[in-house]
């Protein structure tokens, strides 16, 4: 069974950094595209970040851009999502997601896996 497993979320004040970490179990995706997406309560789900297979290549949401930092690494097969300079306005659940392909995508639909979700609250 194919899991992508989310670490770092959890409560940190307005100003602060968080690390999201994911790694996948049951197949490696070094040669996939993956992100970040995320969605708070009442909210539609929203792309956060993109980075292709490579590292290369990254895409950010305009709310994001400039604090949070996508990477990876393939020998570990994992990515990671640095947010720094947290708002309030980022508390929602945070999901590791990637394609079957290794370009990046923006939306949804283009993603075919799915982690569980982590919380990340940015309190005022």
């Known amino acids: 069974q194919v899991q992508l497993v989310e670490s770092g979320g959890g409560l940190v004040q307005a100003g602060g950094s968080l690390r999201l970490s994911c790694a996948p179990s049951?197949?490696?995706?070094?040669?996939?595209?993956m992100g970040w997406f995320r969605q708070a309560p009442g909210k539609e789900r929203e792309f956060v970040a993109g980075?292709?297979?490579?590292?290369?290549?990254?895409y950010y949401a305009d709310s994001v851009k400039g604090r949070f930092t996508i990477s990876r690494d393939n020998a570990k097969s994992t990515v990671y999502l640095q947010m720094t300079a947290l708002k309030p306005e980022d508390t929602a659940v945070y999901y590791c997601?990637?394609?079957?392909?290794?370009?990046?995508?923006?939306?949804?639909?283009?993603?075919?896996?799915w982690g569980q979700g982590t919380q990340v609250t940015v309190s005022s």
């Open positions: 049951g197949r490696s995706f070094s040669s996939n595209a």
């Open positions: 997601v990637a394609r079957s392909r290794s370009g990046l995508g923006y939306k949804p639909s283009e993603y075919a896996y």
């Open positions: 980075i292709n297979w490579s590292g290369g290549s990254t």
